[in-house]
């Protein structure tokens, strides 16, 4: 299954273990190490497929120092498979430095489909789903509102990540930015048990979440000026 010297990109679930694909269990399984954001994580997903190949760390910590290192070890002819916590690495985790490294020098990356979670908050969000942008997360303080500002036109739907105690500010911002009656949506724990979203608009949205908290990582969906 696997061809040497070729770095694969592998999505792993975001909460619902049924969501790991086939192709990528055969790939972690045939890879001569697995590169995993958090080691403890990953473990526990590899041990419940029955998995044994050796995990490395990889992370937002230590990938400058390993990237030379990692991509010489492929270029040697050793295969790895870059898994991330949950999801599809890159997609606002680690995986960039490498993916680009591994490309200036000629070796191959393969990046399998799967679990992502602002396809799933943007499809039942309702709004269109033709043109969108992905802004992940946003500044937490420099350069914010200037990002903000800048998105108050765009007619593509916006689609932002969001931890649960920065969630009510944020909503509050986009109030203030976008408009009290601008229409979006909130997907919370996407696979899992208590999968929520919470549709209307703005000032509708944030008064429910002010009354009930939210836990658990967030997709935030904003329909598109003009839309």
Same mark, same amino acid.
């Given at each position: 299954?696997? #061809?040497?010297? !070729?770095?694969?990109?592998?999505? +792993?679930?975001?909460?619902?273990?049924?969501?790991?694909?086939?192709?990528?269990?055969?790939?972690? #399984?045939?890879?001569? !190490?697995?590169?995993?954001?958090? !080691?403890?994580?990953?473990?526990?997903?590899?041990?419940?497929?029955?998995?044994?190949?050796?995990?490395?760390?990889?992370?937002?910590?230590? @990938?400058?120092?390993?990237?030379?290192?990692?991509?010489?070890?492929?270029?040697?002819? @050793?295969?790895?498979?870059?898994?991330?916590?949950?999801?599809?690495?890159?997609?606002?985790?680690?995986?960039?430095?490498?993916?680009?490294?591994?490309?200036?020098?000629?070796?191959?990356?393969?990046?399998?489909?799967?679990?992502?979670?602002?396809?799933?908050?943007?499809?039942?969000?309702?709004? %269109?789903?033709?043109?969108?942008?992905?802004?992940?997360?946003?500044?937490? #303080?420099?350069?914010?509102?200037?990002?903000?500002?800048?998105?108050?036109?765009?007619?593509?739907?916006?689609?932002?990540?969001?931890?649960?105690?920065?969630?009510?500010?944020?909503?509050?911002?986009?109030?203030?930015?976008?408009? %009290?009656?601008?229409?979006?949506?909130?997907?919370? @724990?996407? !696979?899992?048990?208590?999968?929520?979203?919470?549709? *209307? +608009?703005?000032?509708?949205?944030?008064?429910?979440?002010?009354?009930?908290? %939210?836990?658990?990582?967030?997709?935030?969906?904003?329909? *598109?000026? *003009?839309?």
């Amino acid at each position: 299954m696997s #061809k040497e010297g !070729t770095l694969y990109i592998v999505p +792993t679930p975001i909460g619902n273990l049924g969501d790991m694909t086939l192709r990528g269990l055969e790939v972690l #399984k045939s890879v001569a !190490t697995v590169l995993a954001e958090d !080691t403890r994580t990953s473990a526990k997903l590899l041990r419940h497929y029955g998995v044994d190949t050796p995990l490395k760390a990889y992370h937002m910590h230590n @990938e400058h120092r390993l990237v030379q290192e990692l991509s010489s070890r492929l270029q040697g002819g @050793e295969s790895m498979a870059l898994i991330s916590d949950a999801g599809t690495p890159g997609i606002s985790d680690p995986g960039f430095l490498l993916v680009r490294e591994c490309l200036r020098a000629g070796v191959t990356v393969e990046c399998l489909p799967g679990a992502t979670a602002l396809i799933p908050a943007l499809v039942s969000s309702g709004f %269109p789903t033709d043109r969108f942008v992905f802004e992940g997360f946003l500044p937490p #303080k420099k350069g914010r509102q200037k990002r903000l500002a800048s998105l108050a036109g765009e007619a593509r739907t916006l689609v932002f990540y969001e931890s649960p105690h920065r969630l009510l500010k944020t909503l509050e911002q986009f109030r203030e930015v976008f408009g %009290p009656e601008r229409e979006v949506s909130v997907s919370r @724990e996407l !696979t899992k048990l208590y999968e929520e979203t919470v549709r *209307g +608009t703005l000032e509708q949205v944030l008064a429910h979440f002010q009354a009930s908290p %939210p836990r658990g990582e967030l997709v935030v969906v904003v329909r *598109g000026a *003009g839309a």
